[in-house]
């Protein structure tokens, strides 16, 4: 199914059903209004000489305009290239090279990023805010389609609907091409997976430039749903926006769930209509788990794991019964568990047995799962024999469930014994101090890498004892049943927050380091 197609189908099918809202711009659009707004801007990016496998990018928060830029592209055959707002020059440069898009827009956030770059770029700038030089705006360039004749072009369904970049946390981002079929199949899959249904009302805060975020838009559309977008989170706004236009089902990473139960106003706002909770990016500490449950009461609480190659590699519906359980694979691929690719290269056949560490690898036939990269040199150590090499470590417990152990990057050899950090850290925070903790591997002449943890307390770290918090946290890791005495930490890091990707993962590259990026409050070796 092409995309463009199905939006077209969904406001023939709803046209008065809401489908858009976005609060900042007071945004409230019908299906109706969505696609003649589309349909708009698509006979301006065609005025523009924008057509059929066109690469049109855009950097900006979620908002009205960027959906639309989406489905309109969708509606001429276009490829919708969406870059991280936050993206720095050097990284924009890199992007632009990488995809080589044939236009370019931007809001605000990113206007002073485009003029800091030192490369020059071939595409055209647009911009939906502030006028720059030798730019076209947004608005000029809509207008020149306002009365257009248009009939939209739908291209084949194997055809790129967009592109996505990965999250570079091991290495420059990497560009994945994305065909209407991929999306289409992934949207349909998370729908039936989420338990979500016709007019579905959901918020639309993941940006847009990952699988998330997308995805999360592109259901939406088939089921006719309200797409709520929220361009920065607020635990205010977010539970407003819940109440107010009752929001039914949230797929977000586990820090703004998180950060969102913490605050006051969550306890204070009516959430009840929330029926569907869905959390991917990161596993989800028990503390969280368990406020979710009290706030939400959730009838569908899914972990859903997967990626920008494909979108769903498995979810699990046991969120409170096997914390840190990813489940069994999504309903379009398989997935397995085999020797680590570091061993002897990548075998698709070499399987391990239950509860045996291995890679973890998916389908990559599935109809949800990418080709190759824009660079086809770099699928070779990740696509082999029909299968995707994920990078991720993981077993099976006995019942046959799958679980995320970590990337095989992030093992931690002390001593000579194989340590993963998620291990370490869930036992880490089921401790009532302790609010958020990454564990890695930090030089070590006796051990080699010596066991680390990096900690954020619940508490006010002022009126803290640290040295009892370690004896606390060090006993507790003794007395874990789930932990060997030698994955213990011998060293404790206590810091304000950590820095994060966009989708909530913690950058572990700079808690790995010799010079530290990040300000200690207090170290304590155990």
Known sequence: MNM????????ERTPDAVGLVDPESDVRYTYREWFEESVELAAALQKHSIGTGDRVAAAMRNRAELATLYTATQLIGAVFVPYNFRVSPEELSYLLESAAPDVLVVADEVTETVKSMTHEFDADLITVDSDVPGAMTYRSLRDTGRNSKFEPTYVDATKPSLILHTGGTTGDPKGVPRSHENTHAAATAHAIQNSWSLGESTLGLMSLSHT???????????????WICQCRFSAGE???????????????VPTVFHDLLQSDIASESD???VAHVTYAGSNMGPATVREIQAQFDPETFVNHYGSTEVYTHAICDLVSKKPNCVGYAGINTTVRVVEPSDYGGPNPTATVGRESLGEIIV???????????LTENRDDDVLVDGWFFTGDLGYRDEDGDLFFVGRVDDMIISGGENIYPIEVETVLEGHEAVAEAAVVGRPSERWNQAVTAFVTLANDPEVVNYEEIVNALDEHCRNSADLANFKRPRKYFFIDSFTKSNVGKILRKELQQRELDVDVHHVVDV
């Open 271 to 273: 959430l009840s209509s």
């Open 212 to 226: 998330m975020g997308i995805h999360t838009l592109a259901t939406t559309i088939l089921l006719g749903g309200k």
């Open 363 to 373: 389908d990559a036939t599935s109809p949800e799962a990418f080709d190759g990269y």
């Open 4 to 11: 463009g197609e199905a939006f077209e189908r969904t406001a």
């Open 238 to 252: 977010t539970a407003d926006l819940i109440e107010t236009e009752e929001i039914t089902s949230l797929y977000l």
